[in-house]
């Protein structure tokens, strides 16, 4: 982790991806992140595969650099702890729908009477001012609600979904980017505030980007779709012997792999040399490469790219990614011993930070396994963390 945010406190409320995804980041910058879970703990805990039934791979994949400690938020005694913790701290994030919130008495108001500088993050599934506010949501839910699940339609046209849990993951960006901006308003002025980041409008302001398109004039010129992400022949292209992803993308890629294929009267064709008919008419080219790409094996067309600057690359399958020459070079996937999992393989922080101080990542929590550090540290004795045990507003450390 690095130190860039080291001294800031965050307490994570979330589950499943989206929270935990999002304050883990903030961990990898080196917040203090403590994650406060139910006495059963993060649903995710239990998705498998895992060696143990509450250490799975998916939780242990967005819960490094994290304390853990169980409050029972529904009694008095797991709300006054939770009151106490929330002084110490620079950022609350949930990721559980507002009355849920306001209900177990935890909402931004309540928070804020505890300590008016609070960076207070709520990221639902759908914004508090809409009719959807109380409305249930998971990742498939969104992906079907924004748009996305019809844009990535099959060739029959069926919407699908994505074999990733994208809605949670854009959010979780967004929740992290979203922490960062408060923190800074909160060095600068001293105040607190209050951040909403649902997954609805967040992925589609993400998808809209591009796909918004005609619609983005008023009045419109059109529906909505950007025609070069939307064409059917935007795919891997086929090989002689499997399939290679190709983009020549501006006007020189374009007038190189015409030459490249040896069709130098296409480098003269208006669709290539022109950018906005090219823009308009990208189907037309693109279908031009499917002309070519099977004459040659995936190895032979990487030798000839390979000598030009047109984009390409093999089509990798996930498990190929682990032996990845450019992955291992970077140290991607790295090896660690869990102090209860054993031997584990992990994806590092994306990030490379240079000028700051970095030390070890802290492996993802047992549940519960700071309840006594931390009880401690807000001044609790022993006996009284006994006392909270048999009454179950924190579970037995396990």
């Known amino acids: 982790m690095y130190a860039i945010l080291k001294g800031v406190r965050v307490l994570d409320l979330s589950t499943i991806v989206l929270g935990p995804y999002a304050s883990q980041m903030l961990g990898d910058f080196g917040a203090e992140v403590i994650k406060i879970e139910s006495p ?4 995710f805990r239990a998705v498998r595969p895992g060696r143990s039934a509450k250490m799975g791979a998916g939780y242990m994949n967005s819960n490094r650099n994290k304390r853990s400690i169980t409050l029972n938020l529904k009694t008095e005694e797991g709300k006054q702890l939770f009151y106490k913790l929330a002084k110490t701290a620079d950022v609350i994030v949930h990721n559980m729908r507002n009355k849920t919130a306001l209900k177990l008495g935890i909402g931004y108001d309540d928070v804020k009477a505890h300590n008016p500088e609070i960076i207070y993050c709520g990221a ?3 914004g508090e001012a809409g009719p959807l506010a109380d409305a249930p949501a998971y990742d498939d839910i969104i992906q079907a609600a924004s748009g996305f699940a019809h844009l990535n339609a099959d060739a029959e046209g069926n919407p699908r979904y994505a074999p990733t849990i994208i809605a949670d993951k854009v959010a979780a960006h967004q929740l992290a980017i ?6 800074v308003n909160k060095f600068r002025t001293g105040k607190g505030c209050f951040i909403e980041t649902p997954m609805f409008e967040g992925l589609i302001s993400f998808i809209m980007v591009e796909q918004l398109a005609n619609q983005s004039f008023v009045p419109s010129e059109g529906g ?7 064409s059917p022949y935007r795919r891997p292209y086929p090989t002689r012997d499997g399939f290679i992803g190709l983009l020549p993308y501006s006007t020189k890629h374009w007038i190189a792999f015409f030459k490249l294929v040896n069709h130098p009267e296409l480098t003269e064709w208006e669709l290539v040399t022109d950018p906005v008919k090219r823009s308009a008419n990208i189907d037309q080219l693109y279908a031009k490469i499917f002309e070519f790409t099977p004459s040659k094996t995936t190895d032979e067309w990487c030798e000839l790219l390979g000598k030009t600057d047109i984009p390409h690359t093999r089509v990798n399958q996930l498990d190929y990614l682990l032996e990845n ?3 291992k070079a970077v140290g991607f996937f790295e090896e660690y011993e869990h102090p209860t999992e054993g031997t584990m ?7 490379t930070i240079e000028g700051v101080e970095q030390s070890e990542d802290l492996p993802s929590p047992r549940l519960g396994e700071a309840n006594e550090s931390i009880l401690k540290e807000l001044g609790l004795e022993t006996e009284a963390i006994r006392q909270l045990e048999a009454k179950g507003v924190i579970c037995l450390n396990e």
Do not use: C, K, W
């Open 224 to 230: 909505t779709g950007y025609e070069r992400m939307n």
């Open 178 to 183: 979203a922490v960062l901006g408060g923190l």
């Open 325 to 327: 020459e450019h992955l």
């Open 124 to 126: 639902q599934g759908f």
């Open 345 to 351: 393989r992990r994806i590092r922080s994306p990030f």
């Open 40 to 43: 059963d703990g993060d649903l």
